[in-house]
Protein backbone atom coordinates (compact mmCIF):
# COMPACT_ATOMS: atom_id res chain seq x y z
CA UNK A 1 0.00 0.00 0.00
CA UNK A 2 1.20 3.37 -0.99
CA UNK A 3 1.67 5.95 1.39
CA UNK A 4 -0.73 8.67 -0.35
CA UNK A 5 -3.43 6.47 -2.05
CA UNK A 6 -5.67 9.64 -5.19
CA UNK A 7 -7.75 7.89 -7.79
CA UNK A 8 -6.32 8.63 -11.04
CA UNK A 9 -10.16 9.53 -12.80
CA UNK A 10 -10.37 11.09 -15.10
CA UNK A 11 -12.90 12.64 -14.15
CA UNK A 12 -15.21 14.48 -16.01
CA UNK A 13 -17.86 17.10 -15.09
CA UNK A 14 -20.17 19.86 -16.53
CA UNK A 15 -18.90 23.09 -16.58
CA UNK A 16 -20.38 24.99 -13.56
CA UNK A 17 -19.93 21.56 -11.68
CA UNK A 18 -18.75 21.35 -7.84
CA UNK A 19 -15.81 19.48 -7.89
CA UNK A 20 -14.71 16.69 -5.10
CA UNK A 21 -11.06 15.34 -5.78
CA UNK A 22 -9.54 13.35 -2.52
CA UNK A 23 -6.75 11.78 -0.88
CA UNK A 24 -6.41 8.91 1.81
CA UNK A 25 -2.96 8.48 3.36
CA UNK A 26 -1.26 6.18 5.94
CA UNK A 27 1.49 8.23 7.75
CA UNK A 28 -0.04 10.38 10.81
CA UNK A 29 3.51 12.09 10.93
CA UNK A 30 1.88 14.07 7.92
CA UNK A 31 1.21 17.82 8.63
CA UNK A 32 1.22 19.74 5.84
CA UNK A 33 -0.98 19.10 3.14
CA UNK A 34 -0.37 20.45 -0.05
CA UNK A 35 -2.36 20.62 -3.58
CA UNK A 36 -1.09 21.24 -7.14
CA UNK A 37 -2.39 21.99 -10.46
CA UNK A 38 -0.36 20.46 -13.26
CA UNK A 39 -1.42 21.06 -17.27
CA UNK A 40 -0.22 18.61 -19.58
CA UNK A 41 3.68 19.02 -20.24
CA UNK A 42 3.67 21.74 -16.89
CA UNK A 43 5.70 21.73 -14.09
CA UNK A 44 2.78 21.09 -11.20
CA UNK A 45 1.79 24.58 -9.81
CA UNK A 46 0.79 24.34 -5.89
CA UNK A 47 -2.70 25.80 -5.14
CA UNK A 48 -2.75 25.97 -1.62
CA UNK A 49 -1.77 24.10 2.01
CA UNK A 50 -3.07 23.52 5.24
CA UNK A 51 -1.30 22.49 8.26
CA UNK A 52 -2.87 20.43 10.51
CA UNK A 53 -6.41 19.79 10.32
CA UNK A 54 -9.09 21.69 9.12
CA UNK A 55 -10.27 23.96 6.27
CA UNK A 56 -8.92 26.41 4.10
CA UNK A 57 -10.88 28.68 2.06
CA UNK A 58 -9.08 30.55 -1.49
CA UNK A 59 -11.61 31.82 -4.27
CA UNK A 60 -13.40 28.45 -5.89
CA UNK A 61 -10.82 26.40 -4.21
CA UNK A 62 -11.39 24.75 -0.27
CA UNK A 63 -9.01 22.52 0.94
CA UNK A 64 -10.31 20.10 4.25
CA UNK A 65 -7.91 18.03 6.16
CA UNK A 66 -9.92 15.15 8.54
CA UNK A 67 -6.52 13.84 10.25
CA UNK A 68 -8.86 11.43 11.91
CA UNK A 69 -9.72 9.66 8.76
CA UNK A 70 -6.61 10.29 7.22
CA UNK A 71 -8.42 11.64 4.24
CA UNK A 72 -8.04 15.11 2.47
CA UNK A 73 -10.57 16.72 -0.25
CA UNK A 74 -10.12 19.82 -2.39
CA UNK A 75 -13.51 21.29 -3.92
CA UNK A 76 -13.59 23.35 -6.57
CA UNK A 77 -17.16 25.39 -6.99
CA UNK A 78 -18.59 26.91 -10.38
CA UNK A 79 -15.74 25.02 -12.21
CA UNK A 80 -14.14 26.22 -15.29
CA UNK A 81 -13.22 24.57 -18.71
CA UNK A 82 -9.25 26.56 -17.92
CA UNK A 83 -9.41 23.89 -14.38
CA UNK A 84 -9.13 20.61 -16.89
CA UNK A 85 -5.69 19.40 -15.86
CA UNK A 86 -4.26 16.69 -13.53
CA UNK A 87 -4.28 17.77 -9.30
CA UNK A 88 -2.10 16.51 -7.22
CA UNK A 89 -2.46 16.11 -3.51
CA UNK A 90 1.19 16.42 -1.33
CA UNK A 91 1.96 15.93 2.02
CA UNK A 92 4.69 15.82 4.22
CA UNK A 93 5.84 15.84 8.46
CA UNK A 94 8.28 17.89 10.14
CA UNK A 95 10.79 15.41 10.89
CA UNK A 96 14.42 16.75 10.81
CA UNK A 97 12.45 20.34 9.03
CA UNK A 98 13.48 18.84 5.45
CA UNK A 99 9.90 19.33 4.69
CA UNK A 100 10.20 16.29 2.02
CA UNK A 101 6.70 15.88 0.64
CA UNK A 102 5.18 12.29 -0.64
CA UNK A 103 2.87 13.22 -3.46
CA UNK A 104 -0.15 11.08 -4.82
CA UNK A 105 -0.90 9.88 -8.47
CA UNK A 106 -2.88 12.90 -9.39
CA UNK A 107 -6.36 12.89 -10.59
CA UNK A 108 -7.00 13.86 -14.50
CA UNK A 109 -9.99 16.63 -14.09
CA UNK A 110 -11.88 17.01 -17.50
CA UNK A 111 -14.33 19.86 -17.19
CA UNK A 112 -16.69 20.28 -20.59
CA UNK A 113 -18.60 23.68 -22.11
CA UNK B 1 9.79 37.45 -11.30
CA UNK B 2 11.06 34.84 -13.39
CA UNK B 3 10.56 31.84 -12.30
CA UNK B 4 12.16 28.52 -11.72
CA UNK B 5 14.10 27.43 -15.51
CA UNK B 6 15.47 23.62 -16.19
CA UNK B 7 17.59 23.25 -19.28
CA UNK B 8 17.08 21.21 -21.94
CA UNK B 9 13.21 20.93 -21.94
CA UNK B 10 13.84 17.69 -24.20
CA UNK B 11 16.80 15.36 -24.05
CA UNK B 12 17.09 12.21 -26.41
CA UNK B 13 20.02 9.68 -25.31
CA UNK B 14 21.33 6.45 -26.01
CA UNK B 15 21.28 3.69 -23.60
CA UNK B 16 24.74 3.97 -21.63
CA UNK B 17 25.37 7.74 -22.10
CA UNK B 18 26.16 10.70 -19.30
CA UNK B 19 23.50 13.20 -19.00
CA UNK B 20 23.47 16.14 -17.26
CA UNK B 21 20.07 18.44 -16.58
CA UNK B 22 20.10 21.93 -15.05
CA UNK B 23 17.75 24.42 -12.91
CA UNK B 24 17.63 27.55 -12.14
CA UNK B 25 15.75 27.99 -9.46
CA UNK B 26 13.95 31.56 -8.17
CA UNK B 27 16.77 34.47 -7.04
CA UNK B 28 16.73 34.19 -3.51
CA UNK B 29 15.69 30.39 -2.71
CA UNK B 30 17.95 28.68 -0.56
CA UNK B 31 15.97 25.14 -0.74
CA UNK B 32 16.26 23.52 -4.06
CA UNK B 33 14.53 19.54 -4.70
CA UNK B 34 14.80 17.25 -7.92
CA UNK B 35 11.95 14.94 -8.49
CA UNK B 36 11.59 12.23 -11.32
CA UNK B 37 7.69 12.24 -12.33
CA UNK B 38 7.31 9.12 -14.83
CA UNK B 39 3.79 9.14 -16.45
CA UNK B 40 0.60 8.37 -14.69
CA UNK B 41 2.71 9.11 -11.66
CA UNK B 42 2.94 11.88 -8.94
CA UNK B 43 7.05 13.09 -8.10
CA UNK B 44 8.89 11.24 -6.58
CA UNK B 45 11.68 12.77 -4.33
CA UNK B 46 15.29 12.46 -5.52
CA UNK B 47 17.21 15.12 -3.80
CA UNK B 48 17.47 18.02 -1.23
CA UNK B 49 19.68 21.22 -0.96
CA UNK B 50 19.92 23.57 1.84
CA UNK B 51 22.12 26.28 -0.06
CA UNK B 52 25.09 24.34 -1.26
CA UNK B 53 24.59 21.46 0.69
CA UNK B 54 22.65 18.22 0.02
CA UNK B 55 20.28 18.28 2.83
CA UNK B 56 18.51 14.74 2.16
CA UNK B 57 19.75 12.52 -0.75
CA UNK B 58 17.76 9.78 0.24
CA UNK B 59 15.64 9.43 -3.09
CA UNK B 60 18.88 9.02 -5.40
CA UNK B 61 18.01 5.06 -7.04
CA UNK B 62 21.57 4.05 -7.35
CA UNK B 63 24.92 5.48 -7.48
CA UNK B 64 24.63 6.83 -11.30
CA UNK B 65 22.66 9.80 -9.86
CA UNK B 66 24.43 12.96 -8.75
CA UNK B 67 23.39 16.44 -8.04
CA UNK B 68 25.65 19.34 -7.24
CA UNK B 69 24.77 22.91 -6.64
CA UNK B 70 28.39 24.77 -5.91
CA UNK B 71 27.48 28.13 -5.50
CA UNK B 72 24.51 27.87 -3.83
CA UNK B 73 21.83 28.70 -6.74
CA UNK B 74 22.34 26.67 -10.13
CA UNK B 75 21.90 22.88 -9.59
CA UNK B 76 23.01 20.22 -12.16
CA UNK B 77 21.62 16.50 -12.16
CA UNK B 78 24.26 14.32 -13.47
CA UNK B 79 23.35 10.48 -14.43
CA UNK B 80 26.08 8.21 -15.71
CA UNK B 81 25.73 5.34 -17.95
CA UNK B 82 21.74 6.07 -18.45
CA UNK B 83 19.25 3.05 -19.18
CA UNK B 84 15.96 3.29 -20.63
CA UNK B 85 14.32 3.15 -17.40
CA UNK B 86 16.03 6.42 -16.16
CA UNK B 87 13.37 7.93 -19.33
CA UNK B 88 11.03 10.52 -17.25
CA UNK B 89 9.94 13.87 -17.04
CA UNK B 90 12.92 15.47 -14.08
CA UNK B 91 11.22 18.13 -12.29
CA UNK B 92 13.24 20.59 -10.13
CA UNK B 93 11.59 22.93 -7.81
CA UNK B 94 12.51 25.77 -5.02
CA UNK B 95 11.68 27.30 -1.69
CA UNK B 96 12.36 29.54 0.57
CA UNK B 97 14.00 28.44 3.88
CA UNK B 98 11.47 29.31 6.34
CA UNK B 99 8.42 27.80 3.57
CA UNK B 100 9.83 24.48 2.76
CA UNK B 101 6.53 23.57 1.49
CA UNK B 102 5.62 26.16 -0.83
CA UNK B 103 7.71 24.72 -3.43
CA UNK B 104 7.93 26.06 -6.91
CA UNK B 105 8.44 24.17 -9.81
CA UNK B 106 9.43 24.65 -13.16
CA UNK B 107 8.52 23.15 -16.21
CA UNK B 108 10.84 19.84 -16.23
CA UNK B 109 13.30 18.20 -18.29
CA UNK B 110 11.87 15.24 -20.38
CA UNK B 111 14.76 12.65 -20.64
CA UNK B 112 13.98 9.79 -23.33
CA UNK B 113 16.78 6.95 -23.11
CA UNK B 114 16.77 4.98 -26.21
Known amino acids: QKEVEQDPGPLSVPEGAIVSLNCTYS??????FMWYRQYSRKGPELLMYTYSSGNKEDGRFTAQVDKSSKYISLFIRDSQPSDSATYLC?????????????FGRGTSLIVHP | GAGVSQTPSNKVTEKGKYVELRCDPI?????LYWYRQSLGQGPEFLIYFQGTGAADDSGLPNDRFFAVRPEGSVSTLKIQRTERGDSAVYLC????????????FGPGTRLTVL
Open chain 2, 27 to 31: SGHTA
Open chain 1, 27 to 32: NSAFQY
Open chain 2, 93 to 104: ASSLRDSLHEQF
Open chain 1, 90 to 102: AMSATAGGSYIPT
